[in-house]
């Protein structure tokens, strides 16, 4: 599903990516580890198509298409879905009413009919309940006086209505409570576990592939993939600290 | 008695388009709105042609008047309010100009609080594109005796580009001691990152920047009459600009 090859990428240029090379198959889900300051929110980024990222080397193939020749929003309608580590606040933009018109522009490119505004409220309230979000809350202007819990929950929730095949997901589990932190885990298993979608999970700790279970856990350190192994490195990582592993 | 043609040199005009200004002299004469005591008075000014608006209007003591202006058309578009507020009066403006190309729009106003305990509340928001100009002048005068003057000037203007201009130039003149009088003015573009946010959940540029300054703009025509007409004629004129 995508191809990540030998990816540079600076950021006003400070090279950040150096050479990562990486690939997720529908139906699996990735996390990425590492240190701070090793790349793993400009590897999102990039992926995303975030201005001021540039790619100096590589490439990036999403479902046989060249993902960096897109803009951000063809890529959203491509499939992608990026959840962000630090959600922007919108005054004034209603949830809703942004999340709908962002559906309707989605399946515009698509070729595919607009969602009606019953349809649309339909499956926001169905994946608000999901995630435990009270329907007011999407109400409300985007993130706006959102605690971090609630903001994280609330890009779960535009995930849900979004439906993507991929998603990468940027420390999603920072700033959640355990109770949201299950909360959060179940959503993902209930909106991206499927034989046609593929996760990649970014994360400085373990505790959120407790819930997600991995079937690859990735060590980044210096823009690239130094290792790579199974559910257990990260737990390995958990107990030892990335020096030791990443060295 | 006719007026002479005003310059840049002169403070109320240092914005203007002289050469827009010249071309409409002589001015009609000012619209006069007297609003008696116990009043309530409303208007909607929608500005689409490249006009100037001159009021004065005097509301009377107890008395309401709303003007909500859309300024947006012409290639220069001025309005120019001269109030005066007697005990206890209220005076609320929500404007919004929206210009491109090489447009200048401007909003110009006088508030005088003449007597004590009158409330006057000005929201004005500019969006500005291309070499467009918007100004904001609006002075509020407090006389000696205008106790417990209550006065808001909230302006606020966006500029999509580089090339465009916008004013702000809110200014009081208090001869009282027990008021409050609050104004605030700031100038900035669109946030980047909420704009890559809405683009990466599918939104195209445009779209993203439609919704934002519609948001932007939103809630000055609250309560206006014709609010629907307002609103559709900005967002038809924002949706020009992005």
Redesign the interface.
């Known amino acids: 599903m995508l191809q990540i090859e030998n990816l540079h990428a600076t950021v006003g240029d400070k090279p950040i990516l150096k050479g990562l090379t990486l690939t997720l198959n529908a139906g699996e889900v990735h996390a990425i580890m590492g240190p701070n300051g090793a790349g793993k929110s400009t590897l999102s980024y990039v992926i995303g198509g975030r201005p001021g990222y540039e790619v100096t080397q590589g490439s990036v193939t999403f479902n046989g298409q060249d993902l960096l020749d897109m803009d951000p929003h063809e890529r959203a309608a491509a499939g992608l879905f990026l959840g962000f580590q630090y959600p922007v606040e919108i005054p004034g933009v209603s949830n809703v009413q942004f999340l709908r018109e962002a559906a309707n522009a989605q399946r515009k490119l698509r070729e595919q009919e607009p969602l009606s505004g019953g349809e649309f409220l339909k499956l926001a309230k169905e994946k608000a309940a999901l995630l435990k979000m009270d329907m007011e809350m999407l109400k409300r202007p985007v993130n706006v006086g959102f605690s971090g819990g609630e903001k994280k929950r609330n890009e779960m929730v535009q995930m849900g209505i979004l439906d993507p095949a991929l998603a990468i997901l940027d420390e999603t589990d920072s700033g959640l409570d355990i109770d949201a932190l299950r909360v959060v885990g179940d959503g993902i298993n209930s909106i991206m576990r499927a034989p046609d979608k593929a996760v990649l999970l970014i994360t400085h700790y373990q505790r959120l592939l407790d819930y997600v279970q991995p079937d690859f856990v990735h060590v980044l350190a210096d823009g690239r993939i130094v290792k790579t192994g199974g559910a257990e490195l990260a737990k390995q990582l958990e107990a030892e600290g990335y020096e030791a592993i990443a060295a | 008695m006719t007026n002479p043609l005003p310059s840049n040199r002169n403070e109320a005009w240092r914005y203007s388009d002289i050469a827009a200004v010249e071309a409409a002299w002589p001015l009609p004469d000012p619209e006069n709105i007297m609003v008696p005591a116990g009043g309530d008075f409303a208007r909607a000014i929608i500005q689409e042609s490249g006009t100037i608006h001159q009021i004065n209007l005097t509301i009377g003591a107890g008395a309401n008047a709303a003007i909500h202006v859309l300024n947006i058309g012409g290639a220069y578009g001025r309005i120019e309010l001269n109030v005066t507020l007697h005990d206890g009066a209220d005076f609320n403006l929500g404007a919004v100009q929206i210009g491109g190309e090489t447009q200048t729009l401007e909003i110009v106003t006088t508030v005088t609080h003449a007597e004590p305990n009158a409330t006057s509340n000005q929201i004005v928001r500019s969006v500005l594109a291309k070499k467009a100009t918007g100004s904001y002048l609006g002075k509020v005068a407090v006389a000696r005796d205008a106790q417990k003057t209550d006065s808001v000037q909230d302006v606020k203007a966006m500029v999509l580009d580089r090339t465009a201009t916008a004013n702000a130039k809110p200014e009081l003149e208090i001869f009282a001691d027990d008021v409050q009088c609050a104004h605030g003015a700031t100038v900035g573009e669109l ?4 704009l ?10 445009a ?2 920047k439609k ?2 300054l ?3 703009v ?2 000055v025509f609250d309560g206006a009459q014709a609010q629907e007409e307002f609103t559709d004629k900005a967002l038809a004129k924002l949706g020009g600009l992005v």
């Not at chain 2, 946030?191 to 909420?194: C, F, T």
């Not at chain 2, 890559?196 to 540029?205: D, E, H, I, T």
Request: no cysteine; aromatic share 14%.
């Open positions: 946030d980047k990152q909420a890559f946010y809405l683009a990466s959940r599918g939104l195209p540029p779209e993203a919704l934002m519609q948001a932007f939103a809630g």
